[in-house]
């Protein structure tokens, strides 16, 4: 086995014996599939606050979480302690939750190697020593307050981890991974004449700490922020109606993610709640658009070699050329839908069940050139990045508040506003979809997902889009504004 392979195996004295026997366990009142998901999680984090240390912390969490599937029934346990009787003891409730007619046997359990490795990182974030990581924060708090004078508070956060996984199913299948992960974050408050705005930028990725150099520095990160505060300063109130829009490219995509990828996630769909549902086939957007979810996009967030389940990760398309082709699977709802696993089961840890969720989810680039895309919209309103939102999955319809947005005057970008928010449901905005920049750009590695309670990274992009009719809500009075539609 390989270094990573080794690791519950050698600290824990786990054999392939106690893993088939904590199976047999599991299947001991019915079920048709068991799994085992053991986790090894050690984390450090750094909060400074008003250039402050507030908090630097570092911890380990660990735990085995015991699976058994019975047709659509889930019985699931978990244990934060690796004994084995407690093992056993959490696979007897896992059993009897599913229990059903069903009785198969597991199989010999036999090592399987993920094809590729999508973050080779040899020295992980988490084993650098803390004043590396507190180096890299305060040189962010320099940078942000040395911006402006305006800027008057800056937060900075640092968080790292590397999850040790081992997976192992009745099936025969012994799956294990070794995953790190980095995020920087900057928060900023720029005030003047009694108003106040914020910033927020950051990065980070399944990457070392020399990741944060160059393009990517502390002091970049800082910057952008800050930048962000002092331009919503002079910003406008927002107009209100229906009128172009222009989303701009990279983390514009979380509506993408929001609006139209949870909507595409199969447990939503074999439950005939999304408004995908029973789609496949058909036209559900725009010709100009393709949407994909790719976990194999080498350091990102959202990548994984295999997903919670054990199953490698791949790029699936999901809307080619506006037809819908497909879900995104785990291997309940896979079973289900007599369909084939995506790679898309994930878990926040070994306390969740995996449920089928996205990975990096973006639109494919298009041919027009994002200048033109600008230039052709007379009245409207260029959004480059989004705040918080809300969705409903069985309509898609949602509302996303900017927290950085432009006027868009006679073809011409020009006066920020403040307050804006976007109106619509996901399958009809992508049919309004009426020209597709060819500068498709990623989100920095910032990502966080949450469904049914349960948070995983993840990453999204888009190029530049124009939707030719959106409903923007704001704050200025509509007889203030000359190009509402």
């Not at 047709?71 to 059993?95: H, R």
């Not at 012994?174 to 995020?183: A, H, K, N």
């Not at 919670?308 to 289900?336: C, F, H, M, W």
């Not at 073809?411 to 060819?438: E, F």
């Amino acid at each position: 086995m390989a270094q990573a392979d080794r690791f519950f195996f050698d600290r824990y004295g786990l054999t392939e014996n106690d893993l088939e026997k904590y199976l047999a366990a599991a299947l001991s009142d019915g079920g048709e599939y068991t799994d085992l998901y053991f986790e090894y999680t050690s984390t450090s984090s750094i909060l400074v606050d008003e250039s402050l240390v507030k908090t630097a912390t570092e911890g380990i969490s660990l735990g085995c979480g015991i699976r058994v599937l019975a047709g659509e029934q889930t019985g699931y346990a978990y244990t934060d302690d690796l004994a084995p009787a407690k093992i056993i003891e959490a696979a007897k409730v896992a059993a009897h939750i599913a229990s059903g007619p069903a009785r198969v046997s597991t199989v010999g359990l036999s090592a399987v190697e993920a094809p590729h490795n999508f973050y080779p990182v040899a020295h992980p974030p988490v084993d650098r020593e803390l004043a590396d990581k507190l180096e890299l924060v305060q040189r962010a708090d320099r940078a942000a307050r040395a911006y402006d004078p305006r800027i008057k508070q800056v937060r900075v956060g640092y968080a790292d981890q590397v999850r040790h996984v081992l997976v192992a199913g009745s099936d025969g299948r012994l799956v294990t991974d070794f995953q790190p992960l980095v995020r920087l974050n900057v928060s900023t408050i720029a005030q003047s004449n009694g108003k106040s705005q914020t910033g927020s930028y950051g990065g980070g990725g399944r990457v070392p700490l020399e990741f944060f150099q160059g393009a990517r520095s502390p002091e970049h990160y800082a910057r952008e922020a800050a930048r962000q505060a002092v331009v919503q300063l002079e910003a406008r109130e927002a107009p209100a109606g229906e009128m172009e829009v222009v989303l701009g490219p990279g983390w514009p995509g979380i509506l993408l993610h929001e609006a139209v990828g949870h909507g595409l996630e199969a447990d939503f769909n074999r439950k005939g709640i999304s408004a995908f549902s029973g789609r496949i086939g058909h036209r559900v957007a725009s010709e100009l658009c393709t949407v994909v979810d790719d976990g194999t996009i080498p350091d990102r967030r959202g990548s994984l070699n295999v997903d919670d389940e054990g199953e490698p990760t791949q790029k699936t398309v999901l809307i080619e050329n506006g037809v819908l082709r497909g879900y995104l699977q785990d291997k309940l709802s896979a079973g289900v839908m007599r369909s084939t696993r995506t790679g898309n089961g994930r878990r926040e840890s070994y306390e969740h069940i995996p449920m089928p969720r996205m990975t990096n989810t973006y639109m494919l680039s298009g041919r027009d050139d994002p200048g033109e895309i600008l230039r052709s919209v007379k009245h409207g309103l260029y959004a480059v990045s989004f705040g918080g939102g809300q969705v409903d999955i069985t309509n898609g319809k949602f509302v996303f508040s900017a927290s950085e947005a432009y006027l868009i005057e006679d073809g011409k970008v020009t006066a920020p506003v403040k307050g804006a928010t976007l109106i619509g449901d996901g399958p009809t905005v992508l049919t309004r979809v009426t020209a597709v920049g060819n500068d498709l750009k990623l989100d920095p590695g910032i990502g966080t997902c949450g469904k049914e309670g349960q948070s995983v990274p993840v990453g999204v992009g888009i190029p530049t889009l124009k939707v030719s009719r959106l409903t923007v809500g704001g704050t200025a009075p509509r007889a203030a504004t000359s190009f509402v539609r």
